[in-house]
C-alpha cells in the first residue's frame, strides 16, 4: 500500500509539471518556430545562411501608406522577432479582410538571425487590426503547387500586384529582366528576392506575381530560380506557382 501511495503521489506530480509547461506555452504572444540545425549552421552579416542559400534582405521596400499603417496597427504588442514588411502578397474577404504580407523578420536575440516570414493580419469590419498568422519560409524548401502539402482548401485569396516592379537588387533585377525576354509563359512581375546562392555564377530565388497568356487569365504567386553566368547571361531555371495555403493559414 505504501509502495501504491508513493507512485500515485509521483504520477501526480509529473502531471502538474506537464501541465505547468503547457501554460507556458499557451501564454506566449510570438508564434513558435521550428529552426532545424540546417537553418542554424551559418550567419554572415546577421543574415541566415541556409544549405548555401544567403536570406536577402535588400529589397525596395514598397508598401502605401495605408498597409503601412495597417501593418503597424496589426503588429502592436507582438514581441520576439522584429518584423519589417516589404510587400502586401494577397488579400481575402471574410467578415472584414484578411492581408498577406511577405516580411523579413530579425530575432530579438544575442545573436540576431534575419528570415523571411508571411504575416497575416487581420481587418475587422470597424478597423481594428490583429495578427492571425506568421509562418516562417524556409527558402530551401519552397511550398508550391506539385509538392504533396496539406490541401485544406482555402479560398477567395487575391494576389496584390507589386506597386514597384523594381523590387530586386540592382545585379539581380538586371538578370532577371533577361530571363525574362527569353521567358515563354506565366508573364512574371518580381516581388522580392528571397535569397542568394554562390555557384558557377549565382542563383536568384525571387517570390513574382505571375498572370497566364490565357483567354481568362488568372494572377498567383510564382517561385522562380534565377540563373545568371558568370558572362552576362540569364535565365529561368525553375518557375513553380506558390502554394499560397501553406503560409497563411500555418498547414
Known sequence: MKKLATAFLSGALALSIVLTGCAGKQAQTEPEVETTAEETEATEGGQLIVGGWTVQTEVTRALTDE??????????????VSYEPVAELATQLVSGRNHAFLCT????????ATNWYVVVIYED??????????SQIDITNMQVT????????VG???????SNAALLPEEAGTA????????VGVSLNPIATL?????????YLVLCSGTTATAEPETALYVATLYADLQGGAKFESVEQLYL???VTGV
Open 156 to 162: 477567395g485569396w487575391d494576389v496584390v500586384e507589386p
Open 105 to 112: 523578420g530579425e530575432t530579438v536575440t544575442a545573436e540576431p
Open 146 to 153: 506539385d509538392q504533396e502539402v496539406n490541401t485544406e482548401v
Open 125 to 134: 469590419l470597424d478597423g481594428n487590426a490583429k495578427v492571425s498568422n506568421i
Open 245 to 247: 495555403p501553406a503560409y
Open 67 to 80: 498597409q503601412a499603417e495597417l501593418f503597424a496597427k496589426g503588429m502592436e504588442g507582438l514581441v520576439g
Open 176 to 183: 532577371f529582366a533577361k530571363a525574362a525576354d527569353a521567358w
Open 195 to 203: 535569397g542568394t546562392q554562390l555557384v558557377s555564377g549565382t542563383n
